[in-house]
């Protein structure tokens, strides 16, 4: 799988640096968009929780679907999110301060 991730401002414009409103990860299996793709948004704000969504695929039009709120990272398995995908998100999280979406995993 592949993650990349983009920061936006309050305005769904693509900003560089550290102020920016949320930053999207896209989760995918290839470059182009596919049905099932993951997108997981985190907003720059405390204590709001997270969103998931699929891309879906349909006759009439393509997108990403319903989203569902997500309160840590880890939930993401429940998507088909590999381990390594998930530390990878967890990581970029912590680097610009948005640390409440994800608790310290416990040494197995």
Known sequence: MIVEFKKYDEYGNIVEG???HC???YIK???IPHENAILFEAVKVENI???VARYL???IES???KPEEVKDVEELKKYGVPDDI???IKETLKKY???WLFKVREAE
């Open 29 to 31: 299996k290839k470059e």
């Open 57 to 59: 695929i349909d006759e």
């Open 86 to 88: 998930i530390d990878t």
């Open 63 to 65: 997108g990403y679907g």
């Open 23 to 25: 930053i999207v990860f």
């Open 97 to 99: 301060g948005i640390n």
């Open 18 to 20: 550290d102020n920016f």
């Open 49 to 51: 929780p997270g969103i």
